[in-house]
């Protein structure tokens, strides 16, 4: 996984350049290590896609933040 290319997508593109891109506010909580107490999420296309979004917008933040 660290040698994985970073995503080149919209929304890593605007996570990685300001916290004021993107509505960040609810992210803090995918900063600690697992176990994440959620509720196991629904296997549809949409959950994926939503899951994949949310990818892309970590592996910004945490290059931004990085970068600071």
């Known amino acids: ?6 995503p080149d997508t919209y929304l890593f593109q605007q996570a990685s350049q300001s916290a004021d891109n993107l509505d ?3 992210l803090a ?11 196991r999420p629904l296997e549809t296309p949409a ?3 939503w899951t ?13 933040m990085e970068k600071e």
């Open 1 to 6: 996984l660290a040698r994985a290319d970073l």
């Open 24 to 26: 960040e506010s609810d």
């Open 29 to 39: 909580q995918w900063d600690v290590d697992p176990p994440y107490h959620t509720p």
């Open 47 to 49: 959950e994926a896609r």
């Open 52 to 64: 994949e979004n949310l990818v892309q917008v970590i592996h910004g933040r945490r290059f931004r």
